[in-house]
C-alpha cells in the first residue's frame, strides 16, 4: 500500500522556521518526481515546489529564496525547509508523488500556520 | 505562466444528473491536462490523466476530453459520493509551475 505521511508542521510566528518532512512507502521513491503543494483553508491547490529524481529542484515565485526542498531516497523521505515564514504562508501542506505532472500519490497533509 | 480558468466555480444537481466542469488555459497545452476529485478534510484524488484517460479504479462515469484550450470533465450520473471540489491541473511547461485550476464545488441540490 502506497502511504506517504508529511510531518513537522505547527504554529510559528512571522519570520520563524519550519521543517516540513514526508516518509514514503509502498513505492519506488527514487523514480518519482516529489512535490509540496499547499492549500489554505477554504482555498484551492496551489503548487508550491518540485525536485525531481535527478534531485534538481524548483521553486514557485511565492516561495523562491524562502523554501529548501530536499530528498533523501535512502531514507525515502522528502523534506521542505520553509524560512521567513509569512502569514500568507498558513496552509494545509501536502506531499505528493509524480510521473510526469502527474500527481499519482498524496499524503493526508500537514499544518502550517503563522501567526503571532 | 499559463493561466487555467475553471467554471462554474460552483454547482448544485441532483442525484443522476449529468454534470459538466470547464477548463481553459491561457494557451495551448496539448493534451496536458489532469483532472482531480478533493473530498472535505481529505487530500486530492487523480481521477483523468493526459485530458481523457480514466485512472484505474475510478468509476467510468467520470470522463474527461478536450484539447489545446479548452477541456471538458463530465460526470454522466452524479452520486452521492462525488460530493466534492474538482481541480484541473496543466502540466505543459515542466517542470514548474503546475498550475490549478480554481476548483468546482459539487453539491447536490
Known amino acids: 500500500e502506497v502511504q506517504l505521511v508529511e510531518s513537522g508542521g505547527g504554529l510559528v510566528q512571522p519570520g520563524g522556521s519550519l521543517r516540513l518532512s514526508c516518509a514514503a512507502s509502498g513505492f519506488t521513491f527514487r523514480s518519482y518526481d516529489m512535490h509540496w503543494v499547499r492549500q489554505a483553508t477554504g482555498k484551492g491547490l496551489e503548487w508550491v515546489s518540485l525536485?525531481?529524481?535527478?534531485?534538481?529542484?524548483y521553486y514557485a515565485d511565492s516561495v523562491k529564496g524562502r523554501f529548501t526542498i530536499s530528498r533523501e531516497n535512502d531514507k525515502n523521505s522528502l523534506y521542505l525547509q520553509m524560512n521567513s515564514l509569512r502569514t500568507g504562508d498558513t496552509a494545509v501542506y501536502y506531499c505528493a508523488g509524480a510521473v510526469t505532472g502527474r500527481f499519482d500519490y498524496w499524503g493526508q497533509g500537514t499544518l502550517v500556520t503563522v501567526s503571532s | 505562466d499559463i493561466q487555467m480558468t475553471q467554471s462554474p466555480s460552483s454547482l448544485s444537481a441532483s442525484v443522476g444528473d449529468r454534470v459538466t466542469i470547464t477548463c481553459q488555459a491561457s494557451?495551448?497545452?496539448?493534451?496536458?491536462l489532469n483532472w482531480y476529485q478533493q473530498k472535505p478534510g481529505k487530500a486530492p484524488k487523480l481521477l483523468i490523466y493526459?485530458?481523457?484517460n480514466l485512472e484505474t479504479g475510478v468509476p467510468s462515469r467520470f470522463s474527461g476530453s478536450g484539447s489545446g484550450t479548452d477541456f471538458t470533465f463530465t460526470i454522466s450520473s452524479l452520486q452521492s459520493e462525488d460530493i466534492a471540489t474538482y481541480y484541473c491541473?496543466?502540466?505543459?511547461?515542466?517542470?514548474?509551475?503546475?498550475?490549478f485550476g480554481g476548483g468546482t464545488k459539487v453539491e447536490i441540490k
Open positions: 491541473q496543466q502540466y505543459d511547461n515542466l517542470p514548474r509551475p503546475l498550475i
Open positions: 525536485i525531481d529524481t535527478a534531485g534538481d529542484t
Open positions: 494557451q495551448d497545452i496539448s493534451n496536458y
Open positions: 493526459d485530458a481523457s
